[in-house]
């Protein structure tokens, strides 16, 4: 219900327009634990950033809690119950925000919702 009162303050429509999807590979540290990969724009501004925060939050409501990717890969060295369908990164000197999905399944309900 929070997503939806966040929502109607800002005006956004369930389509995310600063996204695109890109497929993990052996260059990626979520590879091969997350095969997909919704990166937002590099762009630093407001409306980016809140619809990272939005769908991030809607992935933490559909999917359960996660935690940052670098927490999640030391974490699991230490052969911890981590969520292991979607975890998160955010923007760095590097890279932008960025979402990330376990599999097919998961990428599908993101994109029902937010594509």
Known sequence: ????????QSGMSDRLKSIKVKRTNQQWK???????????????????YWEYYIAQQWCWDD?????????LEELKRTNREMNQIWTFQPKTNMY???IY?????E???????WG
Not at 64 to 71: E, R
């Open 1 to 8: 219900m929070v997503s939806i009162s966040l929502k109607v």
């Open 30 to 48: 979520a590879f091969p634990s997350f095969k997909h990969c919704v990166e937002f724009s590099r762009q630093y501004n407001y409306e980016n």
């Open 63 to 71: 999917f359960g809690p996660s935690i940052n990717l670098d927490i």
């Open 96 to 98: 932008p925000c960025r």
């Open 101 to 105: 999905l376990k599999g097919d399944k």
């Open 107 to 113: 990428l599908e309900l993101f994109l029902l919702k």
